[in-house]
Nanobody, 126 residues
Framework: QVQLVESGGGLVQAGGSLRLSCAAS????????AVWFRQAPGKERETVAA????????FYAESVKGRFTISRDNAVGTLYLEMNSLKADDTAVYTC???????????????????WGQGTQVTVSS
């Protein structure tokens, strides 16, 4: 069992930056692939970025490439999402998730993820 707790969301002006954190507890975080999803009101859940358990492989949605960076620190059991050049379209609830994996691949499909955080609101004002 892994417990995930996000932090770092808030209100920011367009063009600004935020860093989200997702603290994991309960198991060895280095054995889990991880991901950031987001969902805006009236829209479907979107996979924002995913990372393999070692951090060597990453995935980004086209909408955030070049602006967002996913990373992890397995020593402290934390996943991060650095968000720069934020746009109003980035407004959403951001949720981290993790899944145990025996390989070092990333995964982007929500049904593959067993453990979820509670979500943190990011609001970008234009």
């Amino acid at each position: 069992q892994v417990q995930l707790v996000e932090s770092g969301g808030g209100l920011v002006q367009a063009g600004g930056s935020l860093r989200l954190s997702c603290a994991a507890s309960g198991r060895t975080f280095s054995q889990y692939a991880a991901v950031w999803f987001r969902q805006a009101p009236g829209k479907e859940r979107e996979t924002v970025a995913a990372i393999s358990r070692s951090g060597s492989s990453t995935f980004y949605a086209e909408s955030v490439k070049g602006r967002f960076t996913i990373s992890r620190d397995n020593a402290v059991g934390t996943l991060y999402l650095e968000m720069n050049s934020l746009k109003a379209d980035d407004t959403a609830v951001y949720t981290c998730a993790a899944t145990y994996t025996g390989d070092d691949n990333y995964y982007t499909s929500p049904p593959l993820y067993a453990y979820w955080g509670q979500g943190t609101q990011v609001t970008v004002s234009s």
